[in-house]
C-alpha cells in the first residue's frame, strides 16, 4: 500500500494528510480508558499504514496509572527514526483535581516543555500549541516563550489552538505560527466566517480536530444511553443531550444516505469533506481511529 500523501502547514510543516488525535485514549471520554497496549497498537498500526502525525497534551496525562498520554505515544514509537514521526503537544490547559486550570505564563510553558519531553523520550516536539489562551496572560507573553523554545530548538514549530481572530493576529506579529487547531467537521463549522480565512490570510495551516463530531458523525452512537455515564460528552456536549439527539440524528441519516450511494461508511465520507476542503488542512481523528482505518485508506 502506497504511503499517506503528505500535507504542509504554514512554516513548512510537512505531515501525513490523516493523524491522530491521542486524548480519548486515556482523557475525559470514560474513566475506563482503553487499555495502553490497545493504544500502542493503534499508534502502531497508524504508523503502519502511513500516518506520520500524533497529537497529545499536557492535559491528556490523565486517567492511565501505567503511562500518561504522552509517554504513551514515546513508547509506542521507541526505536523509530525520530524525524519519521512529528509530534504535537499542547501546554498551558491542565486538569488538577477534577477541575479545569490555565496557565499561559513563560514559566509555565517552561515547566510544561521540559515534562512533555521527558515523557515523550525526545529532545525536540515538532509542533508545540498553547492549548488555550489564559485570560490573565497576555498573548504575547505565550507566543514569546515559545518563540524562546523555537530558538532553543526545543520545539521545531509553533501552534495555537482555538484563541480568537484579534489573538491570532497579534500571536502572528510575535513568532511564526505553523498550524491553528480547532474543530471543523460536517457539523462545525463556524470557524469558516472569519477564523479559517484569517489562517489562509496568514499563511497558517489548519488542523482539525473531532472531524467526526466526537463519534458522532461515524453513526455508531444510536442514543445518549450509548454513552457511559461518566463520559464527558453526556454533560459537556449539549448536541449529545436528549432533547437535541434526534435532530442531529436526522442529519446522521442523511450523512449515512450519501455514504452508501458513494459506497463509503459515514466516517469516511465525513473525513473525505474535511480533507477537501483544501491542502491546508490536516484532520486528527482519535478515539474512533481505530475502527475505520484500514477502511478509510482501502478508498484510495
Known amino acids: ?21 491521542l486524548m480519548g485514549m486515556t482523557a475525559l471520554y470514560s474513566t475506563n480508558p482503553v487499555p495502553p497496549s490497545d493504544c500502542m497498537a493503534t499508534i502502531r498500526r497508524a504508523i503502519e499504514r502511513g500516518c506520520t502525525f500524533f497529537d497529545t497534551a499536557e492535559l491528556y496525562n ?26 504535537a503537544t499542547k501546554w498551558g490547559l491542565y486538569l488538577k483535581d477534577g477541575e479545569f486550570g490555565m496557565d499561559g505564563s513563560r514559566q509555565s510553558c517552561r515547566h510544561a516543555i521540559e ?19 489564559d ?22 514549530h509553533i501552534g495555537v489552538s482555538e484563541v480568537s481572530a484579534a489573538d491570532l493576529r497579534k ?13 471543523w467537521s460536517l457539523w462545525s463549522r463556524d470557524a469558516e466566517a472569519e477564523i479559517i480565512p484569517l489562517c489562509r490570510e496568514l499563511g497558517i495551516g489548519i ?11 461515524s453513526g455508531t452512537i444510536k442514543s445518549p444511553a450509548d454513552l457511559s455515564e461518566d463520559d464527558f460528552r453526556r454533560v459537556g456536549q449539549p448536541r449529545f443531550a436528549e432533547e437535541a439527539f434526534k435532530k442531529n440524528m436526522e442529519m446522521v441519516e442523511k450523512l ?18 474535511v480533507l477537501a476542503q483544501g491542502d491546508d488542512v490536516v484532520p486528527i481523528p482519535g478515539k474512533f481511529l481505530a475502527a475505520w482505518f484500514r477502511r478509510f485508506l482501502s478508498l484510495r
Not at 490573565?136 to 521545531?156: F, H, N, Q, Y
Not at 500571536?171 to 474543530?183: D, M, N, T
Not at 488542523?207 to 458523525?217: A, E, M, Q
Open 171 to 183: 500571536a502572528a506579529a510575535i513568532a511564526p505560527i505553523s498550524a491553528y487547531q480547532l474543530e
Open 135 to 156: 485570560p490573565k496572560v497576555p498573548i504575547e507573553e505565550s507566543m514569546a516563550a515559545m518563540k524562546e523554545l523555537l530558538d532553543e530548538g526545543k520545539i521545531r
Open 256 to 273: 449515512r444516505a450519501v455514504a452508501t450511494r458513494k459506497g463509503c461508511t459515514p466516517s469516511q465520507l465525513a473525513l473525505a469533506w
Open 1 to 21: 500500500m502506497a504511503p499517506l500523501p503528505m500535507r504542509k502547514l504554514g512554516q513548512g510543516f510537512e505531515v501525513s494528510c490523516l493523524g491522530l488525535g
Open 115 to 133: 515534562r512533555s519531553l521527558k515523557y515523550l523520550g525526545v529532545d525536540y516536539v515538532d509542533i508545540y500549541y498553547l492549548h488555550r489562551k
Open 62 to 87: 490523565v486517567g492511565l496509572t501505567e503511562n500518561n498520554n504522552e509517554q504513551l505515544l514515546g513508547e509506542a514509537i521507541k526505536g523509530l527514526p525520530r524525524d519519521s514521526i512529528k509530534i
Open 207 to 217: 488542523v482539525s480536530y473531532s472531524p467526526l463530531g466526537r463519534g458522532f458523525l
